[in-house]
Each structure stands twice: as structure tokens, then as C-alpha cells.
């Protein structure tokens, strides 16, 4: 609000990102250059190779599946709150209150 508030009269625009996509973001670049070695050095010269290299990245997979999943909770969650979000729900005193309307 405040951001919004010290931009009036220019078109501002305002993305709102929950802070669990960096983490995957960072997992997700981790695990494909791990990924990357491994095609490089590993041979694949037996069908136990290839089990094993998939098996090793099995977490990897359900990490960035869970990372994603809690972030597009976190994402709904979010647009939930906005959705109803209404000042007559607000605890705040009345200055804060008079405070707060302004910025709105």
C-alpha cells in the first residue's frame, strides 16, 4: 500500500511473488547441472547405470514437485486473502485505522 501510495498518478506495476519460488528456482538449476555431469560422466554402457543415474535423481524430482505444489498453494492462499480481504476484518487502532484508509 505504501509502495502504491508514494506512486500516484503513474501506472505502476505491482507483481506480487511468494518467496518459495526462489528456492525451487535454485533447486531447479542445481539439480539440472548435477544432471548435466552426470550424462557427461557416467557411461551408460549397462542398464544398471541407467537405473542407478535415475534413482540418484528420484528426490530431486519430488523436491522440485513439492516446491512447486507449495508454491502454487502459497500462490492460491494469497489470492484467497486478497479475495476477502476487507478493512471491517482489520485490528488496528483508530490512528492506524485513519492511517491505513489513506493508503488504500
Given at each position: 500500500a505504501?509502495?502504491?501510495?508514494?506512486?500516484e498518478?503513474?501506472?505502476?506495476?505491482?507483481?506480487i511473488?511468494?518467496?518459495?519460488?526462489?528456492p525451487?528456482l535454485?533447486l531447479?538449476?542445481?539439480?539440472?547441472?548435477?544432471?548435466?555431469?552426470?550424462?557427461i560422466?557416467?557411461?551408460?554402457?549397462?542398464?544398471?547405470?541407467?537405473?542407478?543415474?535415475?534413482?540418484?535423481?528420484?528426490p530431486?524430482?519430488?523436491?522440485?514437485?513439492?516446491?512447486?505444489?507449495s508454491?502454487?498453494?502459497s500462490?492460491?492462499g494469497?489470492?484467497?486473502?486478497l479475495?476477502?480481504f476487507?478493512?471491517d476484518?482489520t485490528?488496528?487502532?483508530?490512528?492506524d485505522?485513519?492511517?491505513?484508509?489513506?493508503c488504500?
Amino acid at each position: 500500500a505504501t509502495f502504491l501510495k508514494c506512486h500516484e498518478g503513474e501506472k505502476v506495476h505491482l507483481d506480487i511473488r511468494p518467496t518459495m519460488l526462489a528456492p525451487f528456482l535454485l533447486l531447479n538449476l542445481a539439480g539440472n547441472v548435477l544432471i548435466g555431469v552426470a550424462q557427461i560422466l557416467v557411461p551408460f554402457d549397462h542398464n544398471w547405470s541407467i537405473f542407478l543415474v535415475a534413482a540418484s535423481f528420484a528426490p530431486y524430482f519430488l523436491a522440485c514437485g513439492c516446491l512447486l505444489r507449495s508454491y502454487f498453494a502459497s500462490v492460491q492462499g494469497l489470492k484467497d486473502q486478497l479475495g476477502f480481504f476487507s478493512i471491517d476484518d482489520t485490528v488496528c487502532l483508530r490512528c492506524d485505522r485513519k492511517i491505513l484508509l489513506e493508503c488504500i
